[in-house]
């Protein structure tokens, strides 16, 4: 029997990688990737500092097929210390991989398969033109 949930996932990683991506580049080090398709999104993370005060901000994600993610020719997961370079508006805009609430760089957006990554980051750099 056809696992449809699969498919529909695979279905939905294809569109997103063809119609809403961007291309960005990675670096892990010296080494880096080529032009890589992810679609962006976001996550909100908060700690509970004590006595009801919560700190919160949000990162920005780059869903990514697992199988793009090569850096240095190798297929890899991601690190802390990764950067990750894109292009907004002409402004060229540079993020560092950072670890979420949960004290991990990224998940999986589809458990089951492990086919998408959601790799969160903060801006560090922009250059404008």
Partial sequence: MP???ADASAWLDTVCKEQIS???VIEHGAAT???VSATIGG???GFDLGNGIVQSWQTTDFLILTE???VG???TLPCLGMRINRTISG???QFEVLNADDGRCYRYSDDATRTMLRVHAREISRRTE
């Fill in 3 to 5: 696992d449809m949930l």
């Fill in 22 to 24: 961007q291309t960005i």
């Fill in 33 to 35: 990737s080529g032009n």
């Fill in 43 to 45: 996550t909100v993370i």
């Fill in 68 to 70: 793009d993610f090569v």
């Fill in 73 to 75: 020719g190798v297929e």
């Fill in 91 to 93: 402004n060229d805009v």
